[in-house]
C-alpha cells in the first residue's frame, strides 16, 4: 500500500503528535504553578488533543497492517518567561507541526499512496486551525500585555474551553 520511507515518516509523526502532548502538558505545569489555571486548563485539553491526534495515526497504521515504532521523546521545556512566551512557543511548535505534515502529505502524494493522502488531509486542515487559535492567543496577550485585570479575565476565558472545543 506504501512504501517503508513513508511508513517510517508516519511514525515520527505519531512521535511528534505524542511529543506535543507532553509539550502542551508541560507548559500547564508551568501555567497551573504559576496561578494561571485557566491557561493551564486549556493547555491541558490542547494535550489531550495532540494526544489524540497521535492515536488517530496510530490506528491509521494498524489498520494499514503497518507496524507502529515508537521513538524516544526529548524532554519538553518546563521553564517561561512570561504566559506570552508559553504561547509564543505553541505558535512556533504548530508551525512546525504544519511544516512536517505537509511534507508528509508531499512524500504521499509522491508516492501516489492515495489512502495516505485522504488521512493527512485532515491534519493539514487541523493544522490551519491550530496555527490560527495559537496566533489568536499570542496577539491578545500582547493587546493585554501586563495589565493584570485583562489577564484575569483571559484566564476565566481560556479556562472555560472544553474538550472538542
Request: net charge negative.
Amino acid at each position: 500500500m506504501f512504501s517503508d520511507e513513508l511508513e517510517n515518516a508516519i511514525n515520527e509523526q505519531i512521535d511528534r503528535e505524542f511529543y506535543a502532548s507532553h509539550l502542551y502538558l508541560s507548559m500547564s505545569a508551568f501555567c497551573e504553578h504559576e496561578n494561571w489555571s485557566g491557561f493551564g486548563s486549556w493547555l491541558r485539553l490542547q494535550s489531550a488533543e495532540e494526544t489524540t491526534h497521535g492515536m488517530k495515526l496510530f490506528d491509521f497504521m494498524l489498520d494499514c497492517d503497518k507496524r507502529v515504532v515508537l521513538g524516544g521523546m526529548e524532554q519538553p521545556p518546563d521553564e517561561y518567561e512570561s504566559l506570552l512566551a508559553v504561547f509564543e512557543q505553541a505558535l512556533r511548535h504548530e508551525v512546525m507541526v504544519s511544516t512536517r505534515i505537509n511534507a508528509l502529505y508531499d512524500l504521499a502524494s509522491q508516492e501516489k499512496a492515495f489512502a495516505v493522502q485522504s488521512h493527512l488531509q485532515w491534519f493539514v486542515l487541523e493544522q490551519v486551525e491550530e496555527e490560527k487559535t495559537a496566533r489568536d492567543i499570542v496577539a491578545k496577550l500582547k493587546l493585554i500585555g501586563n495589565d493584570v485585570a485583562s489577564l484575569l479575565a483571559y484566564d476565566r476565558e481560556l479556562g472555560a474551553r472544553t474538550l472538542g472545543a
